[in-house]
């Protein structure tokens, strides 16, 4: 999966801040005492979960965080067939793309197992077992 270079970059800052929070700790503990370290450290680790809670309730409620369900479709357009299904015999052609229309509220949505979801329109979706189309 390739790193976009946003995330690579928050990445880096996140290391940086770090190994300066780091140094920064020893140094207190050297240059000053230990309960001051401590309390430095206790500090610091209250404020990096804290930030931590944030980005975590961040990150669920961001739009397209949420994945597809196991073995779904979804797609920016349209679909002429989806099957997500085992053991499924297609004797017909595959019906064509349906013609491009306005996404709907409700075509954003994310699939969920064996669902399958476009943008655009959707030809025919097989999502069972063992299915046959003659």
């Known amino acids: 999966m390739a790193m976009s270079g946003t995330a690579r970059a928050w990445i880096v800052v996140t290391a ?3 190994a300066a929070a780091s140094v920064s700790l020893v140094l207190v503990a050297v240059l000053a005492d230990l309960d001051t370290a401590g309390q430095a450290a ?3 680790g209250a404020v990096v ?3 931590a ?3 975590s309730v961040i ?10 369900g196991a073995r779904s479709v979804q797609s920016g357009g349209g679909v002429g067939r989806a099957v997500t299904g085992d053991r499924n015999r297609l004797g ?3 019906p064509p793309v349906p013609a491009s229309s306005a996404a709907s509220p409700s075509s954003n949505a994310v699939p969920g197992e064996r669902g399958v979801s476009a943008s655009g329109g959707i030809g025919q979706a097989i999502t069972g077992d063992e299915n046959e189309d003659a």
């Open 42 to 44: 206790s500090v610091a």
């Open 59 to 68: 990150a669920l409620f961001r739009t397209g965080a949420l994945e597809a």
């Open 53 to 55: 809670l944030v980005v």
């Open 49 to 51: 979960g804290l930030l």
């Open 16 to 18: 940086v801040v770090a």
């Open 92 to 94: 017909s052609a595959t």
